[in-house]
């Protein structure tokens, strides 16, 4: 049998810390679903990225952004992606992870970094177009035998205007 510890701030409140125990359940017993799904339910069509010519997925991808933040899941690190990459690594793969089906609550949100999964892709795209010369350096200094890759620009300014969880975007 395995034991379960844990810690309660003393600084919060016995309301507070139930409402905390309480969303730990929800996460817990939820049933699962994926954001795809949510999607769909919510009646967005989400058509396979080859079955759109590159103006109606910019507009699609766009929808979705906006569809997502709706239900509270906001997405970063895409700077590195083209559109068409973008949308297709998404209905491929980051929308059908499952998620548990949590009860709505706007002080929540799910945050999909598409760099998150910390692979050796990720990392050399992070210190590639994200990571500035501080992180480079910190990196090298624990992993002093990794092969940084030279700094580049990414090729694509789509993440500032990204809708987040505290600032919604207006236009495109």
Do not use: C
Request: charged share 30%; proline share 6%.
């Amino acid at each position: 049998m395995r034991k379960a510890f844990s810690w309660t701030s003393n600084r919060l409140t016995a309301e507070e810390q139930d409402e905390f125990w309480q969303r730990v359940f929800e996460y817990e017993t939820a049933p699962m679903t994926t954001h795809f799904q949510q999607l769909v339910d919510a009646g967005l069509e989400l058509p396979a990225p080859q079955a759109m010519d590159d103006a109606t997925l910019f507009s699609k991808l766009w929808t979705v952004f906006d569809a997502l933040a709706d239900i509270g899941v906001f997405v970063t690190s895409t700077n590195h992606l083209s559109d068409r990459d973008l949308y297709t690594v998404l209905w491929q793969r980051v929308l059908l992870d499952e998620v548990p089906l949590l009860p709505d609550d706007p002080r929540a949100a799910w945050h999909i970094d598409l760099l998150g999964g910390w692979s050796e892709d990720d990392i050399a795209t992070f210190m590639k177009y994200y990571a500035d010369e501080d992180e480079r350096q910190r990196w090298l200094a624990d992993f002093s035998d990794y092969d940084m890759p030279s700094h580049e620009d990414p090729p694509y300014d789509r993440d500032r205007h990204l809708p987040t969880p505290y600032v919604m975007r207006e236009t495109h």
